[in-house]
C-alpha cells in the first residue's frame, strides 16, 4: 500500500511540474514575440508595472499622464483677440466704482494726492475738481489759520480755485497796505529797547492788555486810547520794496516816520510779524472777518 501511494505521488508531482514548465514556456515564447514585434519601433519596451521603459532602465512618463495632457491640451480655452498671456486686465477704478463712491474715496485722500488725480483723465478731472470736494479741503486748510485770503473769497470762485489761490498766499512774504489796514496789530518792545520804555509797556509789566496800533488808508497809523506809549503823536507808515533781477526781491521793509525800518515776516499759521531791534509788530488772528484780508489779487 505504502509503495502503491508513493508512485502515485510520484506521477501526480511530475505531471504538475510538467505543466508549469509548460505554462512557463508558452509566456516565454509570448513575450518573446512581443519584444520581436516592437523591436523596430524603438527602443522602448514594457515592464510588468505598466510604466514606459527605455532600455538604460530610466523610467518614462506613464501612458496615462501623456493622455491627461493631451486632454488638457484640447480642453484649454482659446485666448481672446487682443490678450497676452501673463497680463491682468486693468480696469479704470472711475468706471468699476462710480462717481459717487470715488468721490468718498478721493476725499479720504490728501490735497496732493487730489489735485494729481485731477490729470489722469476727463472723466477724473470732473470728479476731483467737485467743489463738494475741495470745500472739505479748504475748510481743513483754513483750520488754525490767522488769516484768510481775501483772493479765495471771491463770490463765484471754484473751491479748487480757492484752495490753491490760498495755499500761494500763505506762502507770500511781500506785506501789502492791504495787509496792514485790514488787521489789528499788538505792539511791544524788544528786550534792547531802553527801560524807560519797557516799564511803560504793559507786555513787561504785566498790568494789562497789549497795546494795540491801527494803520489807515491814508498813510496814518493810530492807537487805543489812554495809550501812555503813544502820546498822541502823529505817525505815518511806508512800505519799501526794492528788486533785483528776475523780479527777486532784495530788499523789504516797513518804516514807521523816521524810526528804524521794520523787516517783514510770516508765520506758518499765515500770521505777520514785523520787527527790528526796538519793538515789534505781530498781526491779530481775524480768520472769522467777513470776506477775508489782503490784496483781492495775487503778489509776487
Known amino acids: 500500500f505504502y509503495l502503491m501511494l508513493r508512485s502515485l505521488c510520484n ?6 511540474a510538467e505543466g508549469k514548465d509548460q505554462e512557463f514556456e508558452q509566456q516565454r515564447k509570448k513575450r518573446k514575440k512581443k519584444m520581436e514585434g516592437i523591436e523596430g519601433v524603438g527602443d522602448e519596451s514594457s515592464d510588468e508595472s505598466g510604466e514606459d521603459v527605455d532600455r538604460g532602465g530610466e523610467v518614462m512618463e506613464t501612458t496615462w499622464r501623456k493622455r491627461e495632457k493631451k486632454r488638457k491640451r484640447e480642453t484649454k480655452p482659446e485666448k481672446e483677440e487682443g490678450e497676452t498671456e501673463g497680463v491682468e486686465l486693468l480696469q479704470d477704478p472711475l468706471v468699476v466704482f462710480g462717481s459717487d463712491i470715488m468721490m468718498i ?15 489722469v483723465s476727463r472723466g477724473w478731472h470732473g470728479v476731483a475738481s467737485s467743489d463738494r470736494l475741495w470745500s472739505i ?10 488769516h484768510i485770503p481775501r483772493s479765495s473769497q ?25 495787509d496792514l489796514c485790514d488787521h489789528v496789530w499788538e505792539f511791544h518792545f524788544n528786550e534792547a529797547a531802553p527801560e ?26 493810530t492807537a487805543d486810547p489812554g495809550d501812555n506809549v503813544w502820546g498822541g503823536h502823529e505817525s505815518c507808515f511806508s512800505i519799501v ?3 533785483v533781477g528776475e523780479g527777486k526781491i532784495r530788499e523789504h521793509y516797513v518804516r ?16 505777520w510779524e514785523m520787527s527790528n531791534y526796538l519793538y ?4 491779530i488772528p481775524d480768520a472769522a472777518k467777513e470776506g477775508g484780508t489782503g490784496p483781492l489779487f495775487l503778489v509776487s
Open 154 to 178: 471771491v463770490r463765484g470762485l471754484s473751491k479748487l480755485t480757492a484752495y490753491s489761490l490760498s495755499v500761494m498766499d500763505g506762502k507770500r512774504n511781500r506785506i501789502t497796505k492791504y
Open 11 to 16: 506521477v501526480k508531482v511530475s505531471t504538475m
Open 196 to 221: 524807560y520804555w519797557r516799564n511803560l509797556d504793559p507786555y513787561w509789566k504785566g498790568t494789562g492788555p497789549p497795546m494795540h496800533r491801527y494803520f489807515h488808508p491814508d498813510g496814518s497809523q
Open 280 to 283: 515789534c509788530y505781530s498781526s
Open 241 to 243: 520794496t526794492s528788486f
Open 256 to 271: 514807521i516816520n523816521r524810526w528804524p525800518r521794520m523787516f517783514v515776516s510770516r508765520k506758518q499759521d499765515w500770521s
Open 137 to 146: 479741503k479748504c475748510e481743513e486748510l483754513w483750520i488754525g489759520k490767522a
Open 105 to 119: 474715496i478721493l476725499n479720504h485722500l490728501d490735497a496732493r494726492s487730489v489735485a494729481l488725480s485731477l490729470l
